[in-house]
């Protein structure tokens, strides 16, 4: 479900069983794998991976060059930053540095995105 109020980039792949809410914003070549739900107001920055069943709260921004590991969830309002990876099912509560890998409930920095 994609609603009219989205809009979405060149080459942008979204697979079986998404949703994307009011105003979610998808960059160019973005992929959307299956489970997702995007809630209102989200960016999702240009080449970003999301895995499946990856929930993310509204107004969240995601960088360019981002990879969202399978069933992580991210919280209402955090930024993470361009080129940065967050591991298979992590819950990221607040900001990621731009380059950063997190995992872990509550996600935490574990090094440097090579």
Do not use: F, W
Not at 57 to 85: F, N
């Amino acid at each position: 479900m994609v609603s009219r109020r989205a809009r979405l980039g060149r080459g942008v792949v979204i697979y079986q069983n998404c949703t994307l809410s009011s105003n979610v914003i998808l960059g160019d070549h973005v992929l959307v794998l299956p489970n997702t739900v995007l809630s209102h107001d989200d960016e999702i920055g240009d080449y970003t991976i999301i895995t499946g069943g990856v929930a993310i709260s509204g107004s969240v921004k995601v960088g360019r060059s981002c990879y969202l590991g399978t069933h992580s969830t991210i919280h209402q309002s955090v930024t993470i930053g361009e080129r940065s990876l967050v591991g298979m099912g992590s819950v990221v509560r607040h900001d990621v540095p731009p380059g950063s890998v997190v995992v872990g409930n509550p996600a935490r920095i574990l090094r440097e995105a090579p």
